[in-house]
């Protein structure tokens, strides 16, 4: 609680502590990175040759093509998340990084490590979703 107290004074995160942010970020960005290759990955690979079983081959079908839009899915979601992760780089750089962008004031630091691209606080974000 004292933690908040004295995020409530600061107009900004100490350069230290933006550079252990920057940290966990690039941590997460290179692990994000990893994620979408491997979906890239299955979603480009094409048809599995070793299989010619052609009673097998009727029904894997079907499932290679939700497979497929499935992780087409997930690619553009994990794309939209490094992207996120970027643009608080971004932030970083220019010394805004974890201040909320309705209200101005300090983003929690636990709140920015479990979500570290976070652009709102807790409250700003439930005032958004009681709209």
Request: glycine share 6%; net charge negative; with cysteine.
């Amino acid at each position: 609680m004292e933690d908040n107290n004295r995020n409530q004074d600061r107009v900004r995160y100490s350069d230290e502590e933006l550079a252990e942010f920057r940290e966990l970020i690039l941590e997460r960005l290179a692990r994000a990175r990893q994620d979408l290759e491997m979906l890239n990955e299955n979603v480009s690979g094409g048809d599995n040759a070793e299989d010619t079983a052609p009673t097998f081959k009727i029904l894997e079908e079907g499932s290679n093509v939700l497979s497929k839009e499935e992780n087409g899915q997930l690619a553009a979601r994990q794309y939209k998340y490094i992207q996120n992760l970027e643009n608080a780089l971004i932030r970083i750089e220019n010394k805004t990084y974890g201040v909320c962008r309705v209200t101005g004031k300090l983003i929690p630091k636990e709140r920015l490590r479990a979500v570290p691209h976070a652009t709102l606080s807790v409250e700003a974000k439930m005032g958004q979703k009681n709209k």
